[in-house]
């Protein structure tokens, strides 16, 4: 146990800038007040005495500390795309093995783990390449703690995708800020859900400027009711902007890993009756189990982009002794049902 402690004691002197920014990124109120005077103060020691100058250099080597932090989106001031009435999205290019689709998996961690097997389930599918670039712990919200308006500009610029999916939202529940440390808008007021939105918007917009179709999947209902009531707002948002663009599918992951009408469900039984523990203990992230079910949906989404998925209706999940649910096809791109 003494040996424990003194690693851990050692670790945390290590990597205090990384505990700084950590509780940087905690929501507003007095617990971030204190984590972030107790961590600001151990790292102040760490730099007196240069304790942490190997972490800061291996994360410089491992691009770890985000550049150009200080991006802002545009506001509803600034011009923004018109609505589309168009249900034809413009094709993409037929990919081969040779010359493979790129696709970027981006966003929070519940992006990651969709990026993980998403990788899994397209490996036997050479024409396609899966690259995962999810961050935990971020969201839109909090541009002063990790900004993703910056981070999309870097992905489109240096890994010219094709395609890129984004899934955000888990850790939003939390007022709006910019990159600067302003408050711009308090969680829960039609002024956050509109700062939100031009958020949204402006990730959509720079795929298209980074010259890239953009797929938002949407994040699931879940059991943690502070965390769904942000999901519930995000979603709806995210489809809206979605059907302004042309160049932006939307995904409905609640669809396909929810009770009947898409609602959270712990327990999904799926079409072959099998009945699964769809979320882990969090009731936020989801299971090995329903990640690998969702994407028989989400591989042949990506595939109709370039028009050769299969055209098999897969029935959708449903809670044991319910129905299940029917999706209605919108302008967007949605789960077969």
């Not at 523990?277 to 690998?292: E, I, N, P, Q, T």
Request: glycine share 8%; with cysteine.
């Amino acid at each position: 146990m003494r040996g424990y402690l003194i690693a851990l004691v050692v670790f945390v002197f290590l990597a205090s800038g990384n505990l700084v920014r950590s509780a940087e990124g905690m929501p507003l109120g007095w617990q971030r007040d204190v984590s972030l005077a107790l961590a600001t103060s151990v790292d102040r020691v760490s730099n007196l005495l240069s304790l942490n100058r190997p972490y800061d250099w291996a994360a410089g080597e491992l691009g770890l500390e985000q550049e150009n932090a200080d991006f802002e989106f545009a506001t509803t001031d600034e011009e923004q795309p018109q609505s589309v009435t168009t249900t034809t999205l413009p094709p993409l290019r037929v990919p081969t093995p040779a010359d493979p689709l790129k696709v970027v998996m981006a966003g929070d961690s519940t992006a990651i783990g969709v990026g993980d097997r998403l990788k899994v389930a397209a490996s036997d599918n050479p024409e396609l390449e899966i690259d995962q670039q999810g961050k935990v712990a971020t969201g839109l919200a909090r541009s002063d703690y990790f900004n993703w308006g910056a981070r999309m500009k870097e992905l489109t610029t240096e890994l010219s995708p094709d395609v890129v999916l984004f899934m955000i939202g888990a850790n939003d529940a939390q007022a709006v800020l910019d990159p600067d440390g302003t408050v711009v808008a308090q969680f829960g007021t039609p002024a956050w859900s509109e700062a939100y939105r031009q958020r949204i918007g402006g990730i959509m917009d720079l795929a298209h400027e980074g010259g890239s179709r953009l797929m938002w999947v949407g994040e699931p209902n879940v059991g943690n009711a502070q965390v769904q009531q942000a999901l519930s707002t995000i979603n709806l948002l995210a489809e809206d902007e979605a059907a302004k663009r042309p160049w932006v599918s939307y995904f409905d992951m609640a669809a396909v890993v929810g009770g009947p009408d898409g609602e959270f469900s712990e327990y999904v039984t799926f079409p072959d009756g099998k009945q699964v523990r769809c979320f882990s203990g969090d009731a936020v992230h989801m299971s090995l189990a329903c990640l690998d079910h969702a994407m028989d949906r989400l591989l042949p989404a990506v595939q109709e982009l370039y028009g050769t998925a299969t055209t098999t209706t897969i029935p959708a999940p449903t809670t044991t002794g319910s129905k299940a649910p029917t999706t209605t096809p919108t302008t967007t791109t949605k789960p077969r049902g």
